[in-house]
């Protein structure tokens, strides 16, 4: 018999940072990337699953009615004073549990390695910032670190989204509210809080996740209208956080798009993690300042992913980074391996990547 709460503890105790619970196979904690069984746990039946699911709905009809009506399920629990993000979903017509552990305490933010421009660009008035990379890449964690670093040192309303709420935000300088999206929560959809919003005399929107036309429509009327907006996206880098957002339209509609994407949108930072010889996270930071430059390629009649790419690279001085500068940074400081810098990259970049790094050898020296 699974002893649910045995496995929630070992997680807690372990710093791991996600708990899966599929029949056939022992629970499962993800602990620095690595999926390690907790320790003495018999192999999951399909009992043990129909357990839990009972363990974590708990008479709740409205989640239960939910989940046989989408077959997916989506809530935030609390066991020993810590916040869990609990996905329920199906395989074979039994449940499959996917649980992410939020940490009380956020990192500083500058304890996370991202580049200290994205800081600066929240005290931008009104315009659309977005945070991106694929899931496990710390999208959450960096924007609720720049909540906190906004709330402890400027003086705005800040309204979140967010399906579930991770990180309880306390109102310091700024003020805070936190709205749950979903059924039966604060708001029924992404698009319908942003909508809301309008009335609501934020100064600073947070849209947990980006995910349909409807929503980004909402968004970008939303950062037109004076207010900044602040987003994630599931995109592997800038460039295809650009033509992410433009797809979300019909082709007669994109022209115009792209018009309003050049001159709303000011930064994307798109992250990955990568694992180093400590077996510690290392950040890897690609960042694009929309400039002049990037502006112009993004109204072109025909997107340019590597043009977007080459004019980040040239744009160093406005604050962008590239995914290969980075790289080479964290190579030569130590934080991550050659073969690992390599493995992040296209094969025609490794000799942009190895010419990067003797530029950064040679600066240091001097």
């Not at 599929?22 to 129909?50: H, Q």
């Not at 694929?134 to 964690?141: A, E, L, M, R, V």
Request: proline share 2%.
């Amino acid at each position: 018999m699974l002893q649910i709460e045995k496995v929630l503890d070992q997680a807690i105790q372990k710093d791991a940072s996600d708990v899966h619970l599929i029949t056939g196979i022992k629970p499962m904690l993800r602990i620095a990337r690595s999926l390690i069984p907790a320790d003495s746990c018999e192999v999951i039946t399909s009992d043990d699953m129909l357990e839990v699911y009972d363990y974590f709905i708990r008479g709740n009809i409205e989640r239960d009615n939910y989940f046989k009506k989408e077959r997916r399920l989506d809530f935030s629990h609390v066991y020993n004073k810590v916040r869990f993000r609990v996905n329920f979903s199906l395989s074979s017509d039994i449940p499959v549990v996917t649980m992410r552990l939020i940490k009380s305490e956020l990192p500083k933010f500058e304890e996370l390695g991202v580049p200290d421009i994205v800081r600066r660009m929240t005290f931008q008035q009104q315009g659309l910032m977005l945070v991106t990379g694929k899931t496990n890449s710390g999208k959450t964690t960096t924007l609720n670190a720049l909540i906190n670093e906004i709330n402890e040192n400027q003086n705005r309303k800040i309204l979140t989204l967010e399906n579930p709420v991770e990180y309880m935000h306390k109102s310091k300088k700024s003020v805070i509210v936190q709205k749950e999206v979903g059924l039966s929560k604060d708001v029924l959809t992404f698009s319908d809080g942003v909508k809301n919003s309008l009335r609501e005399d934020c100064d600073i929107l947070i849209i947990g996740e980006i995910r349909d036309k409807e929503t980004m429509e909402a968004a970008i009327e939303m950062a037109e209208s004076g207010h900044l907006v602040i987003g994630t996206l599931h995109t592997r880098s800038c460039a295809e956080t650009i033509d992410r957002m433009i797809n979300f339209y019909e082709i007669s509609d994109q022209e115009s798009v792209k018009y309003l994407i050049a001159s709303l949108l000011k930064l994307v930072i798109s992250q990955r993690l990568l694992t180093n010889a400590e077996n510690k996270l290392v950040l890897v930071p690609e960042v694009m300042v929309v400039d002049n430059v990037i502006a112009g390629c993004i109204r072109k009649e025909k997107l340019s992913v590597s043009e977007i790419e080459d004019s980040m690279q040239s744009s160093i001085d406005k604050g962008s980074i590239s995914l290969i500068n980075s790289l080479a940074n964290l190579f030569v400081e130590n934080k991550i391996s050659l073969e690992q810098a390599k493995a992040q990259i296209e094969e025609k970049n490794i000799d942009v990547l190895n010419r990067t790094i003797m530029q950064l050898k040679i600066r240091h020296t001097n």
